[in-house]
């Protein structure tokens, strides 16, 4: 088993920046694909970023492309979840996840999550 616990969220005023951390427990993630989703009150949850076992893959949803950075070091079992220019429409939780399946972008995919952590983005 491996337990994920995200912190780093907060509130932000529009243009502004957070880092979200994922840190792991219970066995290693290096071998795994990591991944963070959001969701949003009403909505479902979304795909935001994925990063591969080696960090030398990564796939974006487009509506944070060029904004967000994922990247991990698994010397300390922790990945990061790097957002700039935040935008209102980021507001939501956000997710940590692993698999150790495939490279994939649907949430039931991911066997381990962790608890959220709240981002909000003011105008």
């Known amino acids: 088993q491996v337990q994920l616990v995200e912190s780093g969220g907060g509130l932000v005023q529009a243009g502004g920046s957070l880092r979200l951390s994922c840190a792991a427990s219970?066995?290693?993630?290096?071998?795994?694909?990591v991944a963070w989703f959001r969701q949003a009150p009403g909505k479902e949850r979304q795909f935001v970023a994925l990063?591969?076992?080696?960090?030398?893959?990564?796939n974006y949803a487009t509506s944070v492309k060029g904004r967000f950075t994922i990247s991990r070091d698994n010397a300390k079992n922790t990945m990061y979840l790097q957002m700039n220019s935040l935008k209102p429409e980021d507001t939501a939780v956000y997710y940590c996840?692993?698999?150790?399946?495939?490279?994939?972008?649907?949430?039931?995919?991911?066997?381990?999550w962790g608890q959220g952590t709240q981002v909000t983005v003011s105008s």
């Open positions: 996840a692993a698999t150790l399946v495939f490279n994939t972008r649907s949430a039931q995919d991911y066997s381990y």
């Open positions: 219970g066995r290693p993630i290096s071998g795994s694909i």
């Open positions: 990063i591969g076992a080696s960090g030398g893959f990564t």
